[in-house]
């Protein structure tokens, strides 16, 4: 079976600090995707890659930016946290024929205080 | 951009009901898929669809491309299946997916 691994399950972080959400996926899926996921809006597409060193700006990248230097990792940063990005986020992967499923991590809680 | 629409938001059943959500979508897709979130958050993809209808234990997904809507039905609910529900409708750009805010279900022994 894919395995997305995210490296932190909860993490609580100051204001204005720089953090880093990793994502590992085993599979050698070329796609990639950071999701955050917040009551009543459902899951926003922050960034996603589809080849390494490839980035592309989904539907929410303010405050955001992304790292693909290996095809199986892909690194969200935030690179000053603010409350406002206080959220569960989640990471998939697909293999980018177009015909096959997704496959999601079990997501990071993060906290901004 | 598609707006993915479902239905209820919440629902809350006794065991045993029969259980059924809907999905509907604005333009054209290529797949369209079911995801279960337990509490915790972690996403399990359940179900991959582009046509007709699809089975895996109790749980059965239809799509009706013409109409853009899509159901998931639950046979013989239990407990274990209260979850939050979620479709996503698959476009042809290499993201993909938008996502319907999804349907919370509590099944009451």
């Known amino acids: 079976d894919v395995k997305v691994t995210q490296s932190s399950r909860y993490l609580v972080k100051r204001t204005g600090e720089k953090v880093f959400l990793e994502c590992v996926q085993d599979?050698?899926?070329?796609?990639m995707f950071w999701y955050r996921q917040d009551p009543g809006l459902g899951l926003r597409l922050i960034y996603f890659?589809?080849?390494?060193?490839?980035?592309e700006k989904g539907d929410i990248p303010e405050g955001y930016s992304v790292s693909r230097e290996k095809k199986e990792r892909f690194s969200l940063i935030l690179e000053s946290a603010s409350t406002n990005q206080t959220s569960m986020y989640l990471c998939?992967?697909?293999?980018?024929?177009?015909?096959?499923?997704?496959?999601f991590g079990s997501g990071t809680r993060l906290t901004v205080v | 951009k598609n707006e993915v629409e479902q239905s209820p938001q919440n629902l809350t059943a006794q065991e045993g009901e029969f259980i059924t959500i809907n999905c509907s979508y604005s333009?054209?897709?290529?797949?369209l898929h079911w995801l279960q979130q337990h509490p915790g958050g972690g996403i399990v993809s359940l179900f991959m669809?582009?046509?007709g209808k699809k089975k895996h234990g109790r749980l059965i997904a239809t799509i009706n491309i013409q109409e853009k809507h899509s159901s998931l039905h639950i046979t013989a609910s239990h407990p274990r299946d209260s979850a939050v529900y979620i479709c996503?409708?698959?476009?042809?750009?290499?993201?993909?997916?938008?996502f319907g805010k999804g349907t919370h279900l509590i099944i009451q022994p």
């Open positions: 998939a992967s697909t293999l980018g024929t177009g015909v096959e499923g997704y496959t």
């Open positions: 599979m050698d899926h070329e796609n």
């Open positions: 890659s589809y080849d390494v060193k490839m980035k």
């Open positions: 333009v054209g897709i290529s797949a």
């Open positions: 669809l582009s046509s």
């Open positions: 996503a409708a698959r476009g042809g750009g290499a993201d993909g997916l938008t």
